[in-house]
């Protein structure tokens, strides 16, 4: 098939390198020339592990093309994917004007029946106001469809080749042969395409992200808990996990959940029951209670100093919302530096990926070419990213490169005994905190 991709960012890329990996004829579209002339050169300009692999193929093999002329871009094109930004108004609401201004575009240029897909995490209604949009100037049959995706960053190609199910919104017979057909080489392991209303497909994909990031939050407040009540969230994991109605996977206690989508999807949800006139109290506690647990070290680290980080240096692992991404967007380790820097501390920090997009935000801390580097005579270790690296360091090295032999772990990397052990002064998250000075 001839497929057109409109917006070349982390959706859009993998989308139009993973279709036309099996067999499309993919033309990706932008209206950012830098950009598209980057894609021509080879450059990808995004980290995500495996699409290197795939996207030079497919530009080697002719399949995947770039321009910035949408014209051109979807000339011959029996599918045109939208992939566009979909950012966060002031009001929580996601702002649709980048995917409107591109309907506007497509109305007077279709020149055969096309599907246009909503592939951008959008409201519930856009499909009809997409629809509306190129309405107004097409001459030629089209349908605009839902259609949802579920990547995560980091796993995006793995998820996108293999996806546990496909969504698609749309109530013309005609549109859902196409994407049966799009789709076909993606669910031959038996995996579901769920047809589905369009307000139910945009629906979908928000309940989705807003129950994970409600797993993660019930998680975490149960972590509080445990702190409270003595008894340890890994154990509580796995006792809970391994009864199949709950499922063992997004139950790992932590210091928030961040990235580009949960922040922003459970705002929009809450935004739209609000329009709506309903009062969706789950979300709001979800939005509530991660903000606080972003912070939640913090409190702990002043404690420890004495209440005063003046002339105190912390070195912190991990800058990433999660590992095997250079994205910081919402990332709990900016929040954390910010505060530590106004308390008057120094900061050291190392991440295998993240650190030239910090630069840019934060310059006035100190950059570290490896995690021990960021050790060398710092008085304590932060960390916020379960990078592989940071689970079974060197401790003896980390011992003697700290000036005290203390951690505070946003992602629960060490095994309890282990740290007693090895006399760390120890804090995670919903666990016993080990040779806390006070009590010693
Ligand atoms: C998410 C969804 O998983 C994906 O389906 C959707 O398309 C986009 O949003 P992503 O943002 O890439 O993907 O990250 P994900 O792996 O889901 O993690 C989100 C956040 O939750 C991270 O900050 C992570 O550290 C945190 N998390 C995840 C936890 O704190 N605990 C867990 O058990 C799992």
């Not at 598209?36 to 990808?44: F, V």
């Amino acid at each position: 098939m001839k497929l057109a991709v409109v917006g070349t960012g982390y959706v859009g890329l993998v989308t139009g390198t993973c279709f036309a990996e099996t067999g499309n004829q993919v033309t990706c579209v932008d209206i950012d020339v830098n950009k598209i002339e980057r894609l021509k050169k080879g450059e990808i300009p995004i980290f995500e592990p495996g699409l290197d692999v795939l996207f030079d193929r497919n530009v080697a093999e002719g399949r995947l093309t770039f321009t910035t002329d949408l014209k051109a871009g979807i000339e011959g094109a029996e599918v045109i994917f939208l992939a566009l930004p979909t950012p966060p108004g002031e009001d929580g609401s996601a702002d649709l004007k980048y995917i409107l201004k591109v309907a506007d575009d497509l109305g007077p240029i279709l020149s055969q029946y096309t599907v246009i897909i909503d592939k951008s995490t959008v409201p519930v209604g856009t499909a009809e106001k997409v629809q509306a949009a190129i309405a107004k100037n097409a001459t030629i049959d089209f349908d605009v469809v839902s259609n949802p995706e579920f990547l995560r960053e980091g796993v995006a190609v793995e998820d996108f080749m293999k996806p546990d199910r496909v969504v698609v919104g749309t109530t013309s017979a005609k549109a859902q042969k196409v994407m049966e057909k799009l789709y076909a080489p993606l669910v031959r392991q038996g995996n579901p395409v769920i047809f589905m209303d369009e307000r139910s497909a945009e629906m979908t994909k928000y309940a989705a992200n807003s129950f994970l990031a409600l797993k993660i939050t019930f998680m975490n407040e149960v972590a509080n808990l445990c702190e409270l009540v003595g008894a340890n969230v890994d154990d509580i994991r796995r006792g809970i996990g391994t009864d199949s109605r709950i499922g063992n996977r997004f139950l790992f206690a932590g210091i928030g959940y961040g990235g580009s989508c949960f922040p922003k999807d459970v705002q929009a949800l809450a935004k739209t029951s609000d329009d709506y006139g309903y009062d969706f109290r789950t979300l709001k506690s979800v939005m509530a209670v991660n903000d606080d647990q972003k912070k939640k070290l913090l409190p702990i680290v002043h404690e420890y100093f004495d209440g005063s980080l003046a002339g105190k240096t912390i070195a912190v692992w991990g800058l990433a919302f999660k590992p095997y991404t250079d994205d910081i967007r919402e990332a709990p380790a900016l929040e954390n530096i910010k505060a530590l820097l106004e308390a008057g501390a120094k900061v050291t920090v190392y991440d295998p990926e993240a650190m030239e997009n910090v630069k840019r935000l934060i310059p006035e801390i100190t950059y570290c070419h490896t995690a021990y580097a960021a050790l060398d005579d710092a008085d304590a270790l932060m960390i916020f990213t379960e990078w592989p690296q940071f689970r079974t360091p060197d401790f003896t090295k980390m011992g003697k490169l700290l000036k005290e032999k203390v951690i505070f772990d946003g992602r629960n990397l060490y095994e309890l005994d282990q740290m007693r052990d090895l006399g760390f002064t120890y804090y995670s998250i919903g666990r016993e905190a080990l040779n806390v000075p006070a009590l010693a």
